[in-house]
């Protein structure tokens, strides 16, 4: 990938993640996927985004933060490994980088949750930096 005439960074591109993307969208447990497949971010996004959606308690939250945490980071590996530097254009249109969106988007609101003002403020500046796209599909 190049840069553009402006210099602004090119799309980072993650790797293909069909089979753990089939896996979920086939109803498997998300724990069975992430432990399969630990690399990547959509299995644990999966896992934080069902803490989320079940328990609004403080234990909930606290699991939520960290399924979300560890695919924020494996996520972060893989887009270092794509070229990334620290910034540009983490495409939503592109299926394989939603799972580290979406990790990115559940640490947010689990930050959130649990009083993270400051983490939650910065996830959500880094989903729009991204994507636009991405902060409208996750957070509307």
Known sequence: MHNDLLGAPSPTLLPDDAPVRDALAAGTDPAEVAAAHPAVPAAWAALAEGALAADDSTFGSVTAYAFARTGYHRGLDLLRRAGW???????WSHEANRGFLRALNALGL????IGETEEAERCATFLGDSDPEAFKALRG
């Open 110 to 113: 689990a930050a959130e949750r």
């Open 85 to 91: 530097k620290g910034h540009g254009p983490v495409p």
